[in-house]
C-alpha cells in the first residue's frame, strides 16, 4: 500500500488511469538493477528513482574523474576520486530517501552475474563495452529477465529491449561481437554530453513501461537516433531460435573477457605487479590521452595516446615485453592489435581491465592490510 506522503509525490502518476494506485504500487514493489553509473546510467537512475522504483541496484567499479562531468550529472567536482555507485546511490537518496538502492562496487564478470541479475525483476544495461553487453544478455537469457539495452557513439544513441516475453535477444541482433578496432569507443572517439541522457531517459521509459504492462515495448524494434538531425529510425528485427536459446551455459564462449580480443594475449594485474617486482621488469605503455596520463600512471610508464600511436611505434622495444594498458582495457585492446598488424610486433601484452583493475587490487590489497 501506498502511504499518503508517496500519494502526494506520485500524484501525477496517480492521475494517469493507465497507472494509478495499482501501477504505483507496482514500481514500488520492483527490483531494477541498473549496470553501469555513466553517461547512460545517470539519467537511467535519476528517473527511475524519481519514478518510484522501490528498489535500484547500481554496478559500477569506477570512480568519478573529470572527464565524466561533462555528461554524467549525477556528479559532480566534490564528487571527483569517489566511487560512482555509492555516490549515485547518495545522490538518489537525496532525490527521493523512499526509493532503497543496493550498491555493488564491481565490474560485472562471469563470476558474479549470476548472482547479480537473479536478484532483480529487470536488468538495464548502461555499460560501454561489448563482453559486458553479451555477458548480460546470456544471463538475462538464463534467468529469463528483460534486458534494456542502450548504447551511444559520438552523435548516435539506440535503444531496444532483449528477451521480452519471449521475443528477441541481443545475439538474435547481433550474432557476432565485432573486433577490437572495428568496436567504437567514447574514450577514444568522444561523445557530444546531451546524448547519455537522451538516450538513458528512453531507457528508463522502457522500463517502466515493462514493470507496468505499459504500451509497445521495443520488444524485436531497435530504436535509433541522430542528435545531428534530430531524425529517428525503429528497424525491426526477428528473434533467432539458434541465438535465442544462447544462455551462460551455453554460449560459445570459455572466457568474455576476450570478446573482441581476437588474437591479443592478456596479462592480469597480478601477474604484472609480480613482473614489475622481477629482475627484468616489462616495458608499461600507456595509450590514454595526457590529461588522464597526468591524473595517475604505472610507475614508470610511458605515454602513447592511441590517437597518435605511429609517430611513437619507434621508441618501442622489440625484444622485450610490452604491456600496453589504458582505462579499462579496450583502447589498449586496439593498441595492440595495430601495432600487431601493422608493425608486426610480437611482444605485447595487454593489461586485462587497465587501470581500473590495477586500482581495485591496490585497494583490495589496502583493505586486508
Given at each position: 500500500?501506498?502511504?499518503?506522503?508517496?500519494?502526494?509525490?506520485?500524484?501525477?502518476?496517480?492521475?494517469?488511469?493507465?497507472?494509478?494506485?495499482?501501477?504505483?504500487?507496482?514500481?514500488?514493489?520492483?527490483?531494477?538493477?541498473?549496470?553501469?553509473?555513466?553517461?547512460?546510467?545517470?539519467?537511467?537512475?535519476?528517473?527511475?528513482?524519481?519514478?518510484?522504483v522501490?528498489?535500484?541496484?547500481?554496478?559500477?567499479?569506477?570512480?568519478?574523474?573529470?572527464?565524466?562531468?561533462?555528461?554524467?550529472?549525477?556528479?559532480?567536482?566534490?564528487?571527483?576520486?569517489?566511487?560512482?555507485?555509492?555516490?549515485?546511490?547518495?545522490?538518489?537518496?537525496?532525490?527521493?530517501?523512499?526509493?532503497?538502492?543496493e550498491?555493488?562496487?564491481?565490474?560485472l564478470?562471469?563470476?558474479?552475474?549470476?548472482?547479480?541479475?537473479?536478484?532483480?525483476?529487470?536488468?538495464?544495461?548502461?555499460?560501454?563495452?561489448?563482453?559486458?553487453?553479451?555477458?548480460?544478455?546470456?544471463?538475462?537469457?538464463?534467468f529469463?529477465?528483460?534486458?534494456?539495452?542502450?548504447?551511444?557513439?559520438?552523435?548516435?544513441?539506440?535503444?531496444?529491449?532483449?528477451?521480452?516475453?519471449?521475443?528477441?535477444?541481443?545475439?538474435?541482433?547481433?550474432?557476432?561481437?565485432p573486433?577490437a578496432?572495428?568496436?567504437?569507443n567514447?574514450?577514444?572517439?568522444?561523445?557530444?554530453g546531451?546524448?547519455?541522457?537522451?538516450?538513458?531517459?528512453?531507457?528508463a521509459?522502457?522500463?517502466?513501461k515493462?514493470?507496468?504492462?505499459?504500451g509497445?515495448?521495443?520488444?524485436g524494434?531497435?530504436?535509433?537516433?541522430?542528435?545531428?538531425?534530430?531524425?529517428?529510425?525503429t528497424?525491426?528485427?526477428?528473434?533467432?531460435?539458434?541465438?535465442?536459446?544462447?544462455?551462460?551455459d551455453?554460449?560459445n564462449?570459455?572466457?568474455?573477457?576476450?570478446?573482441?580480443?581476437?588474437?591479443?594475449?592478456?596479462?592480469s594485474v597480478?601477474?604484472?605487479h609480480?613482473?614489475?617486482?622481477?629482475?627484468?621488469?616489462?616495458?608499461?605503455?600507456?595509450?590514454r590521452?595526457?590529461?588522464?596520463?597526468?591524473?595517475?600512471h604505472?610507475?614508470g610508464a610511458?605515454?602513447l595516446?592511441?590517437?597518435?600511436?605511429?609517430?611513437?611505434?619507434a621508441?618501442?622495444?622489440?625484444?622485450?615485453?610490452?604491456?600496453?594498458?589504458?582505462r579499462?582495457?579496450?583502447?589498449s585492446?586496439?593498441?595492440?592489435?595495430?601495432?600487431?598488424?601493422?608493425?608486426?610486433?610480437?611482444?605485447?601484452?595487454?593489461?586485462?581491465?587497465?587501470?581500473?583493475?590495477?586500482?581495485?587490487?591496490?585497494?583490495?590489497d589496502?583493505?586486508?592490510?
Open positions: 500500500m501506498l502511504t499518503s506522503e508517496e500519494r502526494q509525490i506520485y500524484r501525477r502518476h496517480l492521475q494517469l488511469p493507465e497507472i494509478g494506485e495499482a501501477g504505483q504500487e507496482r514500481l514500488k514493489a520492483a527490483r531494477v538493477l541498473v549496470v553501469g553509473a555513466g553517461g547512460l546510467g545517470c539519467p537511467i537512475l535519476q528517473y527511475l528513482a524519481a519514478a518510484g522501490g528498489t535500484l541496484g547500481i554496478v559500477d567499479a569506477d570512480k568519478v574523474d573529470r572527464s565524466n562531468l561533462q555528461r554524467q550529472i549525477l556528479y559532480g567536482p566534490a564528487d571527483l576520486g569517489q566511487p560512482k555507485a555509492a555516490t549515485a546511490a547518495q545522490a538518489l537518496r537525496r532525490l527521493n530517501p523512499l526509493i532503497n538502492t550498491v555493488f562496487n564491481c565490474r564478470t562471469l563470476g558474479n552475474v549470476r548472482e547479480l541479475v537473479s536478484k532483480f525483476d529487470v536488468v538495464i544495461d548502461g555499460s560501454d563495452n561489448f563482453p559486458t553487453r553479451y555477458l548480460l544478455n546470456d544471463a538475462c537469457v538464463s529469463d529477465k528483460p534486458l534494456i539495452s542502450g548504447a551511444i557513439y559520438k552523435f548516435e544513441g539506440q535503444v531496444s529491449v532483449f528477451n521480452y516475453q519471449g521475443g528477441p535477444t541481443y545475439r538474435c541482433l547481433f550474432p557476432q561481437p573486433s578496432q572495428e568496436a567504437p567514447c574514450d577514444a572517439t568522444g561523445v557530444l546531451v546524448l547519455p541522457g537522451l538516450v538513458g531517459m528512453a531507457q521509459t522502457e522500463a517502466l515493462v514493470v507496468l504492462d505499459l509497445e515495448v521495443l520488444s524494434r531497435l530504436w535509433l537516433f541522430d542528435a545531428l538531425t534530430f531524425q529517428t529510425r528497424l525491426k528485427f526477428a528473434r533467432r531460435p539458434e541465438q535465442a536459446v544462447l544462455n551462460l551455453t554460449a564462449t570459455t572466457d568474455y573477457a576476450e570478446l573482441c580480443s581476437a588474437g591479443v594475449t592478456s596479462i597480478q601477474e604484472l609480480a613482473q614489475l617486482a622481477s629482475e627484468h621488469p616489462p616495458f608499461l605503455l600507456d595509450v590521452e595526457p590529461h588522464e596520463f597526468a591524473a595517475g604505472l610507475p610511458t605515454l595516446p592511441l590517437s597518435s600511436l605511429e609517430r611513437g611505434v621508441t618501442l622495444p622489440k625484444h622485450h615485453p610490452v604491456v600496453v594498458y589504458c579499462s582495457g579496450a583502447r585492446t586496439k593498441a595492440v592489435e595495430r601495432l600487431q598488424t601493422d608493425f608486426g610486433l610480437t611482444n605485447l601484452l595487454n593489461l586485462e581491465g587497465g587501470m581500473l583493475a590495477w586500482e581495485d587490487a591496490a585497494m583490495g589496502e583493505v586486508m592490510r
